[in-house]
């Protein structure tokens, strides 16, 4: 004997369908991931790009993130770094108050040109300023720009990730 199974129609699916995938991205929407499961780090990466040479960084865009920084690290990869996103371009300075790694900060314009990098050495309440309005600032450990000859008037490229 077979049996046949009851016709179902198209139009009874996509409702069906278009329910679990709003669950789906109600689920998403609502998910925490608490900072020790990441690490404390910031949820996105970006590559900044200066000719042959990368930055593979954590990005800091939240007031928060921020704050927070590179501080209380005690190590930072040879190619890695932090690059914070401002709103708005203006002049920025930063300080190395709980920062116990040597860095370099390179500011960035809005057309993602260097205006200046600073040496800034760790547990520094110095402020270390920008020559002009930066939209971004990028860290990396001291000496990082010099030894590839990057500096003043250098082009990045940004690239998103996650």
Known sequence: MTRRLPAVRLSHLVPLAAL???L???ALASA???PEGASARPAG???VIFGADTVVAEVAQTPEERQQ???YREHLDENAGMLFVFDRAEERSFWM???YIPLDIAYLDSSMRIINIVAMEPLSTELYE???PALFALETNQGW???RGIGPGAQAIIEFGR
Request: net charge negative; proline share 0%.
């Open 145 to 147: 720009f010099e030894a």
């Open 32 to 34: 925490e991931v608490s």
């Open 45 to 47: 990466t970006a590559l």
């Open 130 to 132: 920008s020559e002009g």
């Open 97 to 99: 108050q709980n920062t």
């Open 69 to 71: 920084g590179l501080m």
């Open 20 to 22: 679990v995938w709003a």
């Open 24 to 26: 789906g991205l109600a």
